[in-house]
């Protein structure tokens, strides 16, 4: 778990590395923002797309060493992006890191399911952090990285991408001893429920929108509504996202404990009183110190279902871990993220404040979905199955 967990940060910081390295690239390629936009465009699309069907050819047969492939091509592509000369090989070049991260996600967490043990959400809580962490220290990797060697200090974000991949790539066989014997000999383990599956898709949708709106637009809202620096607005971001990562590691042992559905609805049901607090106590220009101490707040208790879902996704589909996982860590999320440009605009006729008024609504609408969520299908990976490696 602690390699999966690793490679999983390596993964994710390529993801949050392309909008730090937006502003050199605008500057230095005089690209227009719609042009630099399309940048993650391609990163975006190309994973989540790709996602659901690398996770089903997973499931069909195990290929583990799409792990250290995912990791290289996640990695390649961002590092050449600083050294390309053409607008067209700088897309391709965000199109095949996205392909990396499509491969590297629904394989790594089936693995990270087999590895996980008896309590799953316990288990799993580390590789989502590990995501959770990538994602966070990304644009502070690309900033240091640039500001010592120029664009071309993108070629950085090979290194910990080949690092990882090399000792995924040693560590392939003790790997595969890990894979269920139901599962090497085809066996069925249990029934589908692709119905429950689809409310629980329709939830990480709404919870995204509603965090990575939160991502979006927390240093709008420090420095329009609270007249903070953009610096203090970068600041006030990484901490809900680090808190974020803190709560993944939290709600794994809760969701053992009392059930995936029960931190679900809690999770989502508690952002919805604290956004509204928020809005409440600082709209009008309050403490600064009060809306970040919320905001840390806030980031923990979303976040703290992250490893619930994933665990319930894989536990409503036994059959099919990599597709479920697919599509609960890559095209449910990108798709949350199709919200945004209507956040915007919310903001650009109503305010900032209106806007995070809206994403407390999609909280909301996300603990609605959840109540209607079957509980979670214990045991769908049988921990006395699988094969511990000597």
């Given at each position: 778990m602690v390699l999966l967990a690793t490679a999983h940060v390596a993964d994710d910081v390529n993801q949050s590395f392309i909008p730090a390295l937006l502003p050199y690239l605008i500057l230095e390629r005089h690209l227009s923002h719609q042009t630099a936009g399309t940048l993650i465009l391609c990163q975006a699309i190309s994973s989540s797309v790709v996602q659901p069907a690398i996770g089903h050819l997973a499931d069909r047969r195990s290929m583990p060493w799409l792990i250290a492939v995912g990791l290289l091509l996640a990695g390649g592509g961002v590092a050449a992006l600083g050294v390309l000369p053409s607008m067209p090989l700088l897309f391709l070049a965000a199109l095949i890191s996205g392909i990396g991260v499509a491969a590297f996600h629904p394989e790594a967490a089936r693995f990270a399911n087999y590895v996980a043990g008896e309590k799953k959400?316990?288990?799993?809580?580390?590789?989502?952090?590990?995501?959770?962490?990538?994602?966070?220290?990304?644009?502070?990797?690309?900033?240091?990285a640039i500001a010592a060697w120029g664009l071309h200090g993108t070629l950085a974000a090979a290194v910990p991408v080949a690092v990882v991949a090399g000792v995924v790539l040693l560590e392939l066989r003790r790997l595969s001893g890990f894979v269920p014997a139901h599962v090497r000999s085809r066996v069925s383990a249990g029934t589908d429920d692709w119905p429950a599956f689809g409310k629980l898709s329709a939830f990480v949708i709404v919870r995204s929108m509603a965090y990575l709106g939160l991502v979006a637009f927390i240093p709008l809202y420090v420095v329009e509504v609270l007249h903070g620096s953009p610096a203090v607005g970068g600041l006030a971001d990484t901490a809900f996202l680090l808190s974020g990562a803190c709560g993944t590691i939290a709600g794994g042992p809760i969701a053992d404990?009392?059930?995936?559905?029960?931190?679900?609805i809690w999770s989502t049901a508690l952002t919805v009183v604290l956004v509204v607090a928020l809005v409440a106590l600082t709209h009008r220009g309050g403490p600064l110190w009060l809306a970040i101490a919320m905001l840390i707040v806030t980031g923990f208790v979303l976040v703290a279902s992250q490893a619930s879902f994933v665990v319930l996704g894989q536990e409503y589909l036994p059959n099919r871990i990599g597709l479920a996982s697919g599509v609960t860590l890559g095209l449910a999320v990108s798709l949350g993220g199709g919200l945004s440009p209507v956040l915007g605009a919310i903001a650009d006729a109503h305010g900032v404040a209106t806007t995070i008024l809206t994403i407390a609504a999609l909280a909301f609408a996300g603990t609605l979905i959840s109540f209607t969520l079957p509980g979670e299908k214990r045991g769908a990976v049988v921990p006395d199955e699988v094969v511990i490696p000597t």
């Open positions: 959400a316990s288990g799993m809580r580390w590789f989502t952090v590990g995501g959770n962490l990538g994602f966070a220290i990304g644009p502070a990797f690309a900033t240091a404990r009392v059930g995936r559905k029960p931190v679900l």
